[in-house]
């Protein structure tokens, strides 16, 4: 991202601020960072990370006066920077990967290891649980769901078994789908690999609960054009092959970014090591044209 002294610089899903934290190092002194997160526990650890104290829940947390926190998506990030008097920025970051404080978590049901509700919201105040949403939807939509957000390959199946099994019992919890998964493959025969069968469908719902998709689309060709300087950077990892081919054809569009990626980067073999779940994580940078 060529980060250096005295930069403004976004990062719009600051998570646990692991990013965060090395990027406001290299734009001191006279620099500023302005962390996004839709998550208000995850804004809370952030500040956490940044200035080593406490802080309580809100919609803007000024962790000092080169860092703010602020309860907002990426895809809201032009609402942002006008309420902080702030017209345009050097670079843009954007992790769209759930962070492992996320994936823990025992409230939400984000993963299939954990007990808690089928919730999966990262804004609790927006939306509806995604175990309301199992209960409403056709099969043809939860099929689709699973299979364009998820890749799937037993979307239709895992969506008769929902529908079947909703009828005489609340799908409420995590462990109750990762189970419903489980059962599925067993019926099928289909043998489980290194990753559990339940990564896909759990993905798959997540980005559902979210309109993620819907916020990465108006991200790229609106939102991220109007807050770079000409010149500035934008950087989007990705996880997910839909999300990548988003990413990868936005910054095509010449009169918007004069240069990007072309092919992303991937982690090294080291990093997958030390992070197994940074073994599908693909950057791609644009820079703004002028």
């Known amino acids: 991202m060529q980060l250096a002294p005295g930069q403004v610089i976004v990062d719009g899903t600051v998570g646990a601020a692991g990013h965060s934290r090395k990027i406001l190092e290299k734009i001191q002194p006279g620099g500023k960072l302005l962390g ?13 990370t940044l200035s080593g104290e406490s802080h309580e829940p809100a919609e803007r947390i000024e962790v000092a006066s080169d860092a703010i926190l602020i309860h907002s998506s990426y895809a809201e990030l032009e609402d942002a920077l006008k309420a902080e008097g702030i017209e345009k920025v050097d670079a843009i970051l954007v992790d769209l990967g759930l962070s492992s404080d996320q994936l823990e978590s025992a409230e939400r049901g984000f ?18 649980p995604i175990s309301e949403w ?13 299979t364009e957000f998820g890749e799937e390959p037993l979307a239709q199946k895992l969506a008769e078994k929902i529908a079947f099994v909703r009828k005489s019992t609340l799908i409420q919890s995590a462990p109750q789908l990762g189970e419903l998964v489980e059962e599925v493959y067993r019926e099928n025969g289909r ?25 990465l689309q108006r991200f790229l060709t609106t939102v991220a054009p109007a807050c770079l300087k000409p010149g500035g950077r934008l950087a989007v990892i990705s996880f997910h092959s ?16 004069q ?4 092919k992303p980067t991937a982690a090294s073999p080291l990093e997958c090591k030390m992070n197994p779940r940074a073994r599908s994580a693909k950057l791609r940078i644009g820079i703004r044209a002028e």
């Open 134 to 146: 199992l209960h409403q939807a056709t099969i043809a939509e939860i099929t689709m769901t699973l």
């Open 259 to 262: 240069e990007s990626s072309r």
């Open 111 to 128: 993963g299939f290891k954990t007990k808690g509700d089928l919730d999966m919201r990262f804004d609790e105040s927006q939306g509806k």
């Open 191 to 215: 043998k489980v690999g290194s990753s559990h069968p339940a990564t896909r469908t759990f993905q798959a719902l997540r980005i559902q609960a979210n309109a993620e998709l819907e916020h």
């Open 36 to 48: 996004l997160d839709r998550d208000r526990q995850m804004l809370v650890r952030a500040a956490k």
């Open 242 to 257: 839909l999300e990548d081919r988003m990413v990868k054809n936005a910054l095509l569009d010449r009169e918007i970014w």
